[in-house]
């Protein structure tokens, strides 16, 4: 019944995208979990969790960057390289851009997607939510990355009030020179 | 100077999918050797790292599979699923068909790919070889999760004599009815 060539609209790798991200959550999480012996997870325990998360989201956001932008000029400033990300990273990866994009023009971006593509498999179920943030943790390695890859240091923080809206604060960090 | 508008060819969504798979190889190897040491691993060791690549594989091939056929007609037959498998599924993961399908008719079926999508970023060192297979083991059970949600269930296994082609084997478990 289906084929190749019979225009079956395809998921599209994206989807596979969030969700091997969700499985990744998940894998994180029981590991954290049974570690515990079922109870609560420590602080320490949560940090160590984010941290992977973080340091797998970095390293991908970094390589995917890379190969994103190794044909095209260099970017004039800070605020074009954000607007970058916002439009061609966000909807290369997630297929839509940013629903909203703010800057006191002093280093700190606030980013809100009301659809954030990562946590649409999440926002099914609440097991998620008060988890130590282990979902947002990948994204918000993923925008360091790609903000380092284009030359720019960055805290990156997230909130979600509500699945799947989130809001990413990006923070730059001065340049010493 | 980079826009959404600017017709920069996106680096696309299944290139973050094959990322991603490279750093949870990554990080299961780093894991492995952390724990172990520092020494080469124990065959237990590997087991169990191949079986969490394999269930993460499993289960994202499994919930993508479900999103990709939801409206599509039942299929008529084991080998139209197969099928389906290196057409559309590959074409929608991995940006290509297989370059060759092979079957004895009797439930054993031979895929191979000359240039498998999620181990071209591994292609490029050589220290993934003779690791205990890490790198097949998610793609193993991507095909397994995939062909499980359309009703067969199969043993998958790969083989590897050359980055990135790689041959899988698909036998189909009979069904006990």
């Known amino acids: 019944a289906a084929t190749a060539d019979s225009g079956i609209p395809a998921a599209g790798a994206e989807v596979a995208f969030q969700f091997l991200h969700s499985e990744l959550v998940s894998f994180l999480l029981r590991e954290q979990l049974q570690g515990g ?5 420590t602080v320490q325990q949560c940090r160590a969790q984010l941290s992977k998360l973080e340091t797998m989201g970095f390293r991908v956001g970094q390589a995917y960057v890379e190969k994103m932008t190794k044909d095209l000029p260099r970017f ?3 605020l074009e390289i954000v607007k970058f990300l916002c439009k061609d990273f ?3 990866l997630f297929k839509k851009q940013v629903d909203n ?3 006191n023009h002093q280093g ?4 809100i997607d009301e659809k954030f593509s990562l946590l649409v498999p999440m926002a099914r ?3 998620y939510l008060d988890r130590c943030h282990l979902y947002t943790a990948f994204p918000c390695g993923l925008i360091r990355g790609a903000l380092t890859n284009l030359g720019l240091r960055a805290i990156v923080t997230a909130e979600v009030e509500e699945l799947p809206r989130v809001k990413f ?3 730059l960090v001065q340049h010493s020179a």
């Not at 012996?37 to 997870?41: E, H, L, S, T």
């Not at 700190?108 to 980013?111: N, Q």
């Open 37 to 41: 012996g079922g109870g609560p997870a």
């Open 76 to 78: 004039r400033d800070d």
């Open 90 to 92: 966000w909807a290369s």
């Open 101 to 103: 994009l703010k800057t």
């Open 108 to 111: 700190v971006y606030v980013v």
């Open 125 to 127: 179920g609440k097991q």
């Open 169 to 171: 604060q990006i923070q």
